[in-house]
């Protein structure tokens, strides 16, 4: 049996190998014994400050911020979930800290008080005679502020796979950020920045994409909706882009529950003429970037597609069943969203609380078990089973994505220790070790959590050039 690290739950080799540097180094497979030291119950009884708890990070602590779909997958390999343990479960000196995307560790937006905006009394034909309404637009996100480490001055909290998860840790020049979660890569796109060369100039390193695991978008409906079986890709962009509007415009839409059949004659029942609501995600989240990317790629040759020409379309919270359930009936059964199996999943776990159950605010003294437990329950996802992307417009809609961890190469390329007694950094303990033990990511411990978090284990590595390492 690999000797494993004292106070460690990874497996490590004495005296690594000097190829500091060489990012492109392969990767040498060795899972050992990775998951034995985390299966104790000893180890299970050491169990960490959880990831929601907001700590201050101490000076060597790993700190994580960024989007709000991977931020669970974060939470469970930092802590564990139920039964399976964390990194931070077996009482390591220093710890991974994962800071949720907003102060709900759902990961839904805080906004201004509605108490404290100005209001209008409704007077029976405008609202409900006598009650009080505040403007839509009057409403802002409100994101509260963290400390970022311990000691330090507090800051706006780094939300969103792109503002706070790659933007975030290109921008940090305070060293704050170890890790950003995005589902976006780094790759340079068309008009648009250079990430790489974007870091290096802020701070004088480039940065590594270690993927470690795979998601999927898909559309989600009513469980009772006008919808068809599923909707094809060109629908989709037709739909978003404002040229579809109504059901009957789907060619070879059939009724609610039905296969798109072109060659069948023009379905003619009234659910044809029902208007589609097309639900919209704010700009800035990453499910909107993944969204608008996936329908490109099935749709080749719409690059000028940005999914908000839709006159009905409403902007929502992004990944949460209310954005539906939450509709009056006439518009839930005709509305759409993109939506991740991963959170559909993670909802039917039972992980998730309401946090309302409709009539009253949930509170944790009075509820059975001090929580009610959230769901998906009002809602599906439309060809939910599919794993491969087809790209063809007359494919259904739908995408996978990547659980992407963005670290510096700097700190790949560190020789100072994480753990005391161990000889690897905080990169090599947790995400890429390119000559030594697997990361935590990649051990059959690690595994099994991103598994719990509803998605799909896949280990990749993408270097400084943006081209993949290999890894086996």
Same mark, same amino acid.
């Given at each position: 049996?690999?000797?494993?690290?004292?106070?460690?739950?990874?497996?490590?080799?004495?005296?690594?190998?000097?190829?500091?540097?060489?990012?492109?180094h392969q990767y040498r497979k060795s899972l050992?014994?990775?998951?034995?030291?985390?299966?104790?119950?000893?180890?299970?009884?050491?169990?960490?400050?959880?990831?929601?708890?907001?700590?201050?990070?101490?000076?060597?602590?790993?700190?994580?911020?960024?989007?709000?779909?991977? %931020?669970?997958?974060?939470?469970?390999?930092?802590?564990? !979930?139920?039964?399976?343990?964390?990194?931070?479960? +077996?009482?390591?000196?220093?710890?991974?800290? @994962?800071?949720?995307?907003?102060?709900?560790?759902?990961?839904?937006?805080?906004?201004?008080?509605?108490?404290?905006?100005?209001?209008?009394?409704?007077?029976?034909?405008?609202?409900?005679?006598?009650?009080?309404?505040?403007?839509?637009?009057?409403?802002?996100?409100?994101?509260?502020?963290?400390?970022?480490?311990?000691?330090?001055?507090?800051?706006?909290?780094?939300?969103?796979?792109?503002?706070?998860?790659?933007?975030?840790?290109? +921008?940090?020049?305070?060293?704050?950020?170890?890790?950003?979660?995005?589902?976006?890569?780094?790759?340079?796109?068309? @008009?648009?920045?250079?990430?790489?060369?974007?870091?290096?100039?802020?701070?004088?390193?480039?940065?590594?994409?270690?993927?470690?695991?795979?998601?999927?978008?898909?559309?989600?409906?009513?469980?009772?909706?006008?919808?068809?079986?599923?909707?094809?890709?060109?629908?989709?962009?037709?739909?978003?882009?404002?040229?579809?509007?109504?059901?009957?415009?789907?060619?070879?839409?059939?009724?609610?529950? %039905?296969?798109i059949n072109t060659a069948a004659p023009t379905?003619?029942?009234?659910?044809?003429?029902?208007?589609?609501?097309?639900?919209?995600?704010?700009?800035? +989240?990453?499910?909107?970037?993944?969204?608008?990317?996936?329908?490109?790629? %099935?749709?080749?040759?719409?690059?000028?597609?940005?999914?908000?020409?839709?006159?009905?379309?409403?902007?929502?919270?992004?990944?949460?069943?209310?954005?539906?359930?939450?509709?009056?009936?006439? %518009?839930?059964?005709?509305?759409?969203?993109?939506?991740?199996?991963?959170?559909?999943?993670?909802?039917?776990?039972?992980?998730?609380?309401?946090?309302?159950?409709?009539?009253?605010?949930?509170? !944790?003294?009075?509820?059975?078990?001090?929580?009610?437990?959230?769901?998906?329950?009002?809602?599906?996802?439309?060809?939910?089973?599919?794993?491969?992307?087809?790209?063809?417009?007359? +494919?259904?809609?739908?995408?996978?994505?990547?659980?992407?961890?963005?670290?510096?190469?700097?700190?790949?390329?560190?020789?100072?220790?994480?753990?005391?007694?161990?000889?690897?950094?905080?990169?090599?303990?947790?995400? !890429?070790?390119?000559?030594?033990?697997?990361?935590?990511?990649?051990?059959?411990?690690?595994?099994?959590?991103?598994?719990?978090?509803?998605?799909?284990?896949? !280990?990749?590595?993408?270097?400084?050039?943006?081209?993949?390492?290999?890894?086996?």
């Amino acid at each position: 049996m690999r000797p494993t690290d004292p106070g460690s739950p990874l497996p490590f080799i004495s005296g690594k190998s000097l190829r500091k540097g060489n990012v492109m180094h392969q990767y040498r497979k060795s899972l050992g014994a990775a998951a034995v030291a985390l299966a104790t119950t000893a180890a299970l009884g050491l169990s960490g400050a959880p990831a929601q708890a907001d700590p201050a990070p101490q000076e060597k602590d790993v700190v994580a911020t960024g989007s709000d779909i991977i %931020q669970n997958s974060f939470n469970f390999l930092a802590d564990g !979930y139920k039964q399976l343990p964390g990194y931070n479960t +077996a009482g390591n000196r220093w710890r991974f800290i @994962n800071f949720d995307s907003s102060g709900d560790a759902q990961g839904r937006s805080a906004f201004t008080d509605p108490r404290l905006l100005p209001t209008i009394t409704g007077n029976g034909t405008l609202g409900e005679n006598g009650a009080k309404y505040v403007k839509q637009s009057d409403v802002k996100l409100l994101n509260p502020t963290i400390a970022l480490r311990a000691g330090q001055d507090l800051v706006v909290r780094p939300s969103g796979g792109g503002g706070g998860g790659r933007d975030a840790i290109i +921008a940090d020049d305070q060293g704050w950020i170890d890790v950003g979660r995005s589902p976006d890569p780094l790759d340079k796109v068309e @008009n648009g920045p250079d990430y790489q060369q974007l870091a290096f100039a802020k701070q004088g390193t480039k940065l590594l994409r270690v993927q470690i695991a795979t998601d999927r978008q898909l559309i989600a409906t009513a469980t009772t909706t006008n919808a068809p079986a599923t909707i094809p890709a060109s629908a989709i962009l037709s739909i978003y882009a404002g040229n579809i509007t109504k059901w009957g415009q789907i060619p070879g839409y059939q009724g609610p529950g %039905q296969a798109i059949n072109t060659a069948a004659p023009t379905y003619t029942g009234p659910e044809a003429d029902e208007t589609i609501v097309a639900l919209i995600l704010p700009t800035d +989240a990453g499910m909107w970037n993944t969204f608008v990317a996936n329908v490109k790629r %099935q749709n080749p040759g719409n690059t000028g597609f940005t999914g908000r020409g839709n006159p009905n379309s409403v902007q929502v919270q992004q990944n949460d069943p209310v954005s539906i359930t939450s509709l009056p009936e006439a %518009q839930r059964k005709n509305a759409i969203v993109p939506f991740p199996r991963g959170r559909f999943r993670t909802l039917n776990t039972g992980y998730y609380t309401q946090t309302s159950d409709g009539a009253k605010t949930n509170n !944790y003294n009075t509820e059975t078990g001090h929580r009610t437990p959230a769901s998906a329950a009002g809602i599906k996802l439309l060809d939910g089973d599919s794993n491969a992307d087809v790209n063809q417009p007359t +494919a259904p809609y739908g995408g996978n994505f990547a659980y992407n961890a963005i670290v510096r190469e700097r700190d790949l390329n560190s020789t100072t220790p994480w753990q005391p007694g161990s000889t690897l950094n905080w990169v090599e303990a947790l995400f !890429y070790n390119p000559d030594g033990p697997a990361p935590f990511v990649r051990t059959p411990a690690g595994q099994a959590l991103l598994t719990a978090a509803g998605v799909t284990p896949q !280990y990749r590595v993408f270097g400084t050039d943006n081209a993949e390492i290999s890894v086996d």
